[in-house]
């Protein structure tokens, strides 16, 4: 309830709601360091403990810790509390080997035993929700103490246990809502696309669904083994296809009868290893072909739009067959499936090919032997046998050199297995528990380490990329079953999830040639130039490059940890040098590792730094200091070892801002000093977007797949090219101006339709459509005498930029031409309200060195023809921004002495007319 009263054992327990591989663990690293550090009773904890679902979560757990530097530790009865385990040691156990009263033998451990002033931590938080035992036993353990919950599935755990009680109980202690749908919103993890089958299948048609899903992962292998130098800044990893459940048992009971998809999965491997009478190469051309009779709720083939990369490799399905027993089956001929008991590792069973040497799979279940003697009685050919010498296949899965492509399993994949090469997941028995376990199933799959360790898929970075990498970024979820995938689909809607996905159309741009003759220019580095490559600079003390750093906050922080909440308003801090006998307290050898791996992380290759240099940057005063500390003295002359930490914290900050600020001071002089005026022809990356295969390139339109008339409106609406490109129609909104280079113009829609490059947002439509009006009505008046020509600017990597290290791409250039001479206006529609002072605000002040610039390239092009210039078209109004910009005391006048404009049209004014008046002014000297 939205009113509900809080008590203080409420405020004792917070909850962390986070998609699996948000950072949860990271989160209750923090989250224990936050602790120990603000609690000042902390050193009366009692026990320190780390409840988790399972043994294999728990090991995850301990190796983390570990690599952060925290004190753990399995739990041992022997050894109660902290004086027995040391200061601050993390003891971690599972949730169901608590007890309320420890009887017999077999590990398990009373609550009492945990008596006293207890900090609690608990992994998958909701595990025991619906089990009134469990969670009485945790809320015991924490009764006297606080608890940190962390999962990521709170809302699908919560429905299943239909608890109103528990639901209010979460709903005051989930402090931070970060589930999957806005994890997968921002950008992080892989897309994903799920089959959507009209109808259950028949066990012909799932032989081929699942053939289907092997030549998906026979796509991402390709991919990734060919394109393997352009793809390795992405961090991806090598492809396993898995197939999982929500049992632990390969056999279960459904309608009186036994069953098993893990056998479905093994008879169609064998089929496919025996290929009798040519099956799996006549299957392979339909499945190439769209044609094999699988179709969605409307109508479509299911494999109608897939295989692109596949269809354009010119291998035929025959080729393709014997492509796929080397690559993923790990043989050269086929034959027949073979499953061998590996006897060295727990619970796995080996799969290969007859005559093979390798295992290509594993099926890893808990009771092998049910399952081998339902294999025995299927009488399907599958030959089974024992290995004594191999060891756990399951252990070296994560090795570079495994040939293990297939991994048949269950509830190992769900809590603590730590994978990042799903990329294809087949589903077992789903729909038969919780639709928490779901959610965790498929938080498995779209794990992503990205570009540069980001997290995120491609599509969300600024940039070129490599052309197939969406497929090594898309988690495919198939199923043996087509109301396992419908269940899944229902799960994940409910989590807020789109699942239907979308149809991609491509929507070519049609450029003027006509404008294109006009012979604009663009100041562009040269394609043959490359910073990083033909410059190397060496880091040192640079008087022009200075740096400020406030570390105010967190001297507040501490004097509230210290002092009470009383005191939370302490000094704000002031400008202070580190004093020359304060840097004896700082470690330089670890500041100047941290700057080493800084700069590896930002993939500065050019730059060189020596060791030395950290302290250089520090001391220097010649001619003055090359930073501004906003600190507490006792930052600046630490009295304790708390301030040593804080001093060696600052110099790391000073370090990493100034080395930043420098590599950019030094890549802007080298850009500008390379910088000429190229003509803009088709190929200039702003024109030049999407490039397709036959050469044609522009937008590409995602629309839901469940718009079924609108995408069919789309389709008529590209059809119909002379409408796209001359009218503004609303099934695709988009702005015809026609001193536009290219058309059309998209707006920026909500979800149902997605656009790369993106749509006008409302500000830039704003801006084309008061420009648009402007020209109109002044074509034939003051703009007489010029021409004026707009060009969309696209972001990083295609655009033009200022800035390289902070991306700064206005949104458009504006042209204002006549005979004699072209002035080229960067203009940035923008909000306002966060940006920083005047001095400090680099995008408003770009217009100051842009003269300059259009001089240096001038000289180096040959040409004094050409102008710069800039303004910010602020979307935030006039009273909103005076009040929060600068001092707070600039009228309109000084704003537009500064550039910055307001999206005003009025007789007292007109942000037209400011622009267009300067411009003309040049043109008539």
């Not at 989250?31 to 904890?45: I, K």
């Not at 394109?227 to 929500?246: C, D, I, K, T």
């Not at 006549?282 to 109608?304: A, C, N, Q």
Request: aromatic residues 10%.
């Amino acid at each position: 309830p939205k009113d509900a009263k809080f008590s203080e054992s409420d405020l004792k327990k917070l909850a962390f709601w986070m998609a699996t591989g948000s950072g949860k663990t990271l989160i209750m690293h923090i989250n224990y360091r936050q602790f120990l550090h603000y609690n000042p009773a902390s050193s009366g904890l009692d026990n320190i403990l780390l409840i988790t679902p399972n043994e294999g979560l728990s090991e995850q757990h301990m190796e983390e810790m570990t690599a952060s530097d925290i004190p753990c530790r399995r739990f041992d009865l022997n050894e109660s509390g902290l004086m027995m385990t040391g200061k601050d040691t993390v003891r971690v156990i599972e949730i169901t080997k608590l007890v309320e009263e420890k009887r017999g033998g077999g590990v398990s451990v009373p609550v009492e035993a945990f008596e006293g002033n207890n900090l609690i931590f608990v992994d998958e938080g909701h595990k025991g929700s619906g089990g009134e035992a469990w969670r009485s036993f945790r809320d015991a353990l924490g009764e006297t103490g606080f608890t940190f919950e962390y999962s990521a599935t709170f809302g699908q755990a919560l429905t299943a246990a239909r608890n109103d009680r528990l639901t209010e109980e979460y709903g005051k202690a989930i402090v931070f809502d970060y589930s999957y749908r806005y994890f997968h919103g921002d950008g992080y993890g892989k897309d994903f696309r799920i089959l959507n089958l009209k109808e259950e299948t028949t066990e012909e048609k799932t032989e081929t669904l699942l053939l289907g899903n092997l030549l998906s992962f026979y796509e991402q292998q390709r991919v990734f083994e060919e394109q393997a130098e352009a793809l390795r800044p992405y961090n991806l990893e090598n492809p396993l296809w898995v197939f999982v459940g929500s049992t632990v048992n390969a056999v279960y009971t459904e309608d009186k009868r036994k069953r098993s998809d893990v056998l479905t999965v093994a008879r169609f491997l064998h089929h496919v290893l025996e290929n009798k009478r040519g099956w799996a190469v006549t299957t392979l051309e339909k499945l190439l072909e769209g044609k094999t009779g699988l179709v969605t709720p409307d109508g479509r083939d299911v494999f109608e739009d897939k295989f692109r990369f596949l269809r354009g490799s010119g291998l035929s399905p025959e080729e393709t067959y014997r492509d796929i027993l080397v690559r993923v089956l790990r043989t050269p001929t086929g034959g027949g499936l073979h499953l061998c008991d590996i006897r060295n590792g727990a619970g796995e069973i080996g799969l290969k090919a007859s005559g093979a040497e390798d295992y290509f799979g594993l099926i890893y279940i808990g009771d092998t032997s049910t399952f081998k003697k339902l294999v025995e009685e299927d009488g399907a050919g599958i030959t089974l046998e024992e290995d004594v010498v191999t060891g756990s296949l399951f252990d070296g899965i994560a090795d570079p050199g495994t040939a293990v492509n297939v991994l048949i399993g269950a509830k190992k994949f769900m809590e603590g297995w730590n994978s990042w090469r799903v990329s294809n997941m087949g589903l077992l028995n789903i729909g038969r528990k919780e639709g928490s376990e779901i959610i965790q199933l498929f938080g498995r799959g779209v794990r992503l380490r990205g570009k540069g360790l980001s997290l995120k898929r491609s599509s969300a970075l600024d940039g070129k990329h490599p052309e197939q990498i969406g497929l090594l970024e898309t988690l495919n979820v198939f199923a043996v079953r087509a109301n396992y995938m419908s269940q899944f689909r229902e799960y994940l809607e409910k989590e807020g999830v789109e699942t239907e996905g979308y149809v991609d159309l491509p929507l070519f741009i049609r450029p003027d040639k006509d404008f294109l003759k006009k012979r604009l220019v663009v100041p562009r580095v040269p394609d043959d130039c490359d910073f990083t490559a033909q410059e190397n600079i060496v880091l040192e003390p640079d008087p022009r490059v200075t740096v400020r750093v406030d570390m105010s906050l967190k001297v507040q922080a501490l004097e509230s940890s210290a002092s009470g909440i009383m005191h939370a308003e302490g000094r704000a801090g002031r400008d202070h040098p580190i004093p020359d006998e304060s840097l004896d307290f700082v470690e330089w050898e670890k500041a100047y590792l941290d700057l080493l791996e800084y700069k590896e992380r930002r993939r500065l290759n050019n730059l060189i730094i020596l060791p030395d240099i950290p302290r250089r940057i520090i001391a220097c005063t010649d001619p003055s200091r090359l930073y501004t500390l906003i600190a507490d003295e006792s930052v600046i002359r630490p009295q304790t070892f708390a301030g040593i930490v804080l001093l060696q914290e600052a110099v790391v900050h000073i370090l990493r801002k100034y080395m930043d600020a420098f590599y950019r001071n030094r890549r802007e002089r080298w850009d500008k000093s390379h910088m000429v005026y190229t003509t803009l022809d088709e190929t200039d990356p702003n024109l030049s977007f999407n490039v397709r295969e036959d050469a044609a390139c522009g937008y590409t339109v995602n629309i839901r797949r469940s718009q079924i008339k609108l995408i069919s409106d789309v389709e008529k609406l590209i059809r119909n090219f002379e409408d796209l490109y001359e009218k503004e129609t609303s099934e695709l909104p988009r702005l015809h101006f026609d001193r536009h280079l290219y058309q059309p113009l998209l707006i920026e829609q909500g979800d149902h339709i997605k656009m790369s490059p993106p749509g006008l947002n409302p500000g830039e439509k704003e801006f084309v459509q008061d420009l648009k009006e402007y020209y109109s009505a002044e074509k034939g008046g003051s703009l007489a005498n010029v021409e004026v020509f707009l060009l969309r600017n696209l972001s990083r990597g295609a655009g033009i930029g200022f800035f390289e290290e902070r991306a700064f791409y206005p949104d458009f250039l504006l042209w204002i031409k006549n005979e004699t001479c072209q002035h080229i206006v960067f203009i940035e529609p923008h909000g306002m309200l966060h940006a920083p002072a005047h001095r400090h605000d680099d995008k408003v002040r770009l217009h100051e060195v842009l003269p300059d610039l259009a001089t240096e390239i001038a000289e180096r092009s040959g040409r004094r023809d050409v102008t710069l210039d800039s303004y910010i078209v602020s979307a935030t109004k006039f009273e909103d921004l005076r009040k929060k910009y600068d001092d707070g005391s600039w009228d309109r006048p000084k704003f537009a002495e500064a550039h910055v404009l307001f999206m005003e049209r009025n007789a007292e004014y007109d942000y037209m007319k400011t622009i267009f008046a300067e411009q003309l002014i040049k043109t008539r000297t």
